[in-house]
Nanobody, 120 residues
Framework: QVQLVESGGGLVQPGGSLRLSCAAS????????MAWHRQAPGKQRELVAT???????NYANSVQGRFTISRDNTKNTVYLQMNSLRPEDTAVYYC??????????????WGQGTQVTVSS
């Protein structure tokens, strides 16, 4: 079993910043790509940012230059630093991680989600 625990969401004013964290734990042999997705009310879930196990990153156009994804492989954790937040960034944010277990099985796992609300 592998679990993902997210933290760092909350209410912030437009222009503010938040940092999300997602920590993996359990029977982990290795971790591959990690990503953040988000889902706003009434909308489909969308990819926000990805980071490979080598550190290569990609971003959605809507967050490019404002959000930064990073990872700490010693802690099996992925982060999303969100700056210059806008009301349209309001959504539930989910981490998504590819994990190879100690049984050498590859799993793709979702975090439980953390609410980010940008409002004055």
């Amino acid at each position: 079993q592998v679990q993902l625990v997210e933290s760092g969401g909350g209410l912030v004013q437009p222009g503010g910043s938040l940092r999300l964290s997602c920590a993996a734990s359990g029977n982990i042999f290795s971790i591959g790509s990690m990503a953040w997705h988000r889902q706003a009310p009434g909308k489909q879930r969308e990819l926000v940012a990805t980071i490979s196990n080598g550190g290569s990153t990609n971003y959605a156009n809507s967050v490019q230059g404002r959000f930064t994804i990073s990872r700490d492989n010693t802690k099996n954790t992925v982060y999303l630093q969100m700056n210059s937040l806008r009301p349209e960034d309001t959504a539930v944010y989910y981490c998504y991680v590819f994990v190879t277990t100690t049984a050498r099985r590859l799993n793709a796992i979702w975090g439980q989600g953390t609410q980010v609300t940008v409002s004055s």
